[in-house]
């Protein structure tokens, strides 16, 4: 069974502050994506790696795909009270189903 | 225009009544799934649809029928609910069933069912 786990499960923070969050199976992934879930809302996608070690930014959000395809992670850097969400990492197994993990839960304080 | 609008947005019922809950898409994508988000927030498939045929039915009681009139469209009915049902149904699309990496989802705002 093809499994995803995130840590931590739950992270409270200052604005301003940096952190990372966590994806990781014993499965290779041919690609991970990364969502953010806001309260009431779908998740929202934000990026997808593709390739062992590749690094994408988007503005403040760091994200990189493991040099084996196994692992992400996520580092936001000067947390902002907008980046309050659950941040959900997502593959695709092999029987093209796509599998998420169980997510992170930001909460940045003002 | 919403991409993937869902109704209703909450829904509160007894147990044993019979519920459908309704999804559109209108991105012009392929392929629509039924996911449930349990308390925990654990988002889990449940079924996939590829232009209207069934090609994802994961372990979900018989209770539960998806039906797809056409691509645009993708329906959940539930029979005979159960107070375990109660979770968050996410209705999504993508613009085909996971070929090339873009298989990004859109998801819609969600179904809370209240099963009572």
């Known amino acids: 069974t093809q499994l995803l786990e995130q840590s931590p499960q739950f992270l409270s923070i200052q604005e301003g502050e940096n952190l990372t969050v966590y994806c990781n199976s014993s499965?290779?992934?041919?690609?991970l994506q990364w969502y953010r879930q806001e309260p009431g809302e779908g998740p929202v996608l934000l990026v997808t790696?593709?390739?062992?070690?590749e690094v994408k930014k988007l503005k403040r959000l760091t994200f990189q795909f493991g040099d084996a395809r196994k692992d992400s992670s996520l580092h936001i850097t000067a947390a902002q009270p907008g980046d309050t969400g659950l941040y959900l990492c997502?593959?695709?197994?092999?029987?093209?189903?796509?599998?998420f993990g169980p997510g992170t839960s930001l909460s940045v304080i003002p | 225009d919403t991409a993937v609008s869902q109704t209703p947005k909450y829904l509160v019922t007894q147990m044993g009544n019979d519920k459908s809950i309704k999804c559109e898409q209108n991105?012009?994508?392929?392929?629509m799934y039924w996911y449930k988000q349990d308390s925990k927030k654990f988002l889990k498939i449940m079924f996939s649809?590829?232009?209207?045929?069934?090609?994802i039915n994961e372990t979900v009681p018989n209770r539960f029928s998806p039906k797809s009139p056409d691509k645009a469209h993708l329906n959940l009915h539930i029979n005979s609910l159960e107070l375990g049902d109660s979770a968050v149904y996410f209705c999504?699309?993508?613009?085909?069933?996971?070929?090339?990496?873009?298989?990004?989802?859109?998801f819609g705002s969600g179904t809370r069912l209240t099963v009572v």
């Open positions: 999504a699309s993508s613009p085909s069933r996971g070929g090339g990496p873009n298989y990004g989802y859109t």
């Open positions: 499965s290779v992934f041919s690609s």
């Open positions: 790696v593709v390739t062992g070690g």
């Open positions: 997502a593959a695709k197994t092999s029987y093209d189903k796509v599998i």
């Open positions: 991105l012009g994508h392929d392929t």
């Open positions: 649809y590829n232009n209207k045929e069934l090609i």
